[in-house]
């Protein structure tokens, strides 16, 4: 039987994931409050207030975490950088998404934190296979999930962009552990 963490703390060698907490909300609302980030998710508004982090924190504190784990990503010098998150939605595995704050772009970030996630969902989670996707325009999130394991399926999805107002394509893909 597995013991599910509710605030679970994974660390990599530059980063600690952590559950994001009432201190980071002005933090997240300045990252994720550029239209070049939210534009490459689904679900994130733009422009992004501090009321809008201050909603995400507490949805992330209300997550079932048999069914979801969202870490917010923090550097060990440079404080919050970006978010992570891992949720069942209606695939036969569970997806996972993730942003990092544009002065952090390039930095190798996005693919550390993701692997390590992909290790504590295989060995704390239990999950044996997830999902994930990016917009046909973000080639360099395909690049991040490349080199975490993760292979194309060959499926492309229209989905609904909250900040883009619209649908954008995006190509599937699955890592499996």
Excluded at 69 to 75: C, G, K, P, S, V
Excluded at 98 to 115: D, K, V
Excluded at 116 to 142: E, M
Excluded at 151 to 177: H, I, N, P
Aim: aromatic share 10%.
């Amino acid at each position: 039987m597995c013991v599910i963490e509710p605030s679970p703390v994974v660390e990599t060698r530059r980063l600690a994931l952590r559950a994001p907490g009432p201190q980071d909300i002005g933090r997240l609302a300045t990252l994720a409050n550029d239209p070049d980030i939210a534009r490459m998710t689904l679900r994130m508004p733009h422009p992004y207030s501090a009321d809008d982090a201050e909603a995400f924190v507490l949805a992330v504190a209300g997550q079932d975490p048999a069914r979801a784990a969202t870490f917010l990503i923090e550097h060990e010098d440079h404080g919050p950088v970006g978010v992570i998150g891992l949720f069942e939605d209606g695939d036969p595995a569970p997806e996972v998404g993730y942003w990092i704050g544009r002065p952090f772009w390039g930095r190798g970030y996005a693919t550390e934190a993701l692997e390590g996630a992909l290790v504590w969902a295989s060995r704390r989670w239990r999950r044996r296979a997830l999902v994930a996707g990016h917009f046909t325009d973000n080639p360099a999130s395909g690049r991040v999930l490349e080199k975490a394991g993760f292979l194309y399926t060959g499926e492309v999805r229209r989905g609904f962009s909250k900040a883009r107002g619209g649908d954008a394509r995006t190509r599937r893909m699955v890592w499996l552990a």
